[in-house]
Nanobody, 117 residues
Framework: QVQFVESGGGLVQPGGSLRLSCVIP????????VGWYRQAPGKERELVAV???????TYANFAKGRFTISRDNAKNAVYLQMDSLKIEDTAVYSC???????????WGQGTQVTVSS
């Protein structure tokens, strides 16, 4: 069973920052794509930022310059630092993994991020 331990969501004012954390027990980063997706109310789930199995990073256009993805191999953890948050960043942010060989994708339950004044 694939597990994700997500944390770090919350309520923040526009312009504020949040750091999301996701621990994926047993993950091998070298054979998995890992990262973050989000889903706002009434919208499709969308990619925020991911690491490829080779370590390359892909950011959504809306995330470039404001969000930073990082990972800690020793802790099996991936992080998302979100700065200069906007109201439109309000969404449930979910951790993600997909196997390089199987292509099977999994998402965590997600953590709510609310940006509001």
């Amino acid at each position: 069973q694939v597990q994700f331990v997500e944390s770090g969501g919350g309520l923040v004012q526009p312009g504020g920052s949040l750091r999301l954390s996701c621990v994926i027990p047993g993950i091998t980063f070298g054979v998995n794509t890992v990262g973050w997706y989000r889903q706002a109310p009434g919208k499709e789930r969308e990619l925020v930022a991911v690491f490829s199995s080779g370590g390359a990073i892909t950011y959504a256009n809306f995330a470039k310059g404001r969000f930073t993805i990082s990972r800690d191999n020793a802790k099996n953890a991936v992080y998302l630092q979100m700065d200069s948050l906007k109201i439109e960043d309000t969404a449930v942010y979910s951790c993600y993994r997909a196997g390089l060989r199987s292509g099977q994708a999994y998402w965590g339950q997600g953590t709510q991020v609310t940006v509001s004044s």
